[in-house]
């Protein structure tokens, strides 16, 4: 699996963007599909994930100000970002985990740079 993210770029403080990963290839049926970030000096954290049934989680940093939802059809999720402060600022990447069994797989998107202008 093959995973291309898009979005993203430089934002004012307050704006929006949405970031989209699209998975090339068949998917399991179990999946998370997840983004990260990381900004300078800082460790890759964990931004949202939303599992097979729809299922959501967000950092407590995004909580009510971002959205993570998925397209199945399309093998796709995205990352719809509102109200963009500049510690938003960060190279995101897409995650997606697949379960199948026992098996579990782990794919990365390359990066996609969001930087939130003061």
């Known amino acids: 699996v093959q995973l291309q993210a898009s979005g993203g770029g430089l934002v004012q403080t307050g704006g929006s963007t949405r970031l989209t990963c699209a998975a090339s290839?068949?998917?399991?049926?179990?999946?998370?599909m997840a983004w990260y970030r990381q900004a300078p000096g800082k460790q890759r954290e964990l931004v949202a994930v939303?599992?097979?049934?729809?299922?959501?989680n967000y950092a407590d940093s995004v909580k009510g100000r971002f959205t993570i939802s998925r397209d199945n059809a399309k093998n796709a999720w995205y990352l719809q970002m509102n109200s963009l402060k500049h510690e938003d600022t960060a190279v995101y990447y897409c995650?997606?985990?697949?379960?199948?069994?026992?098996?579990?797989?782990?794919?990365w998107g390359h990066g996609t740079q969001v930087t939130v202008s003061s």
């Open positions: 290839g068949s998917l399991f049926s179990i999946t998370a």
């Open positions: 995650n997606l985990g697949q379960l199948d069994g026992l098996r579990y797989s782990e794919a």
């Open positions: 939303v599992g097979s049934r729809g299922n959501t």
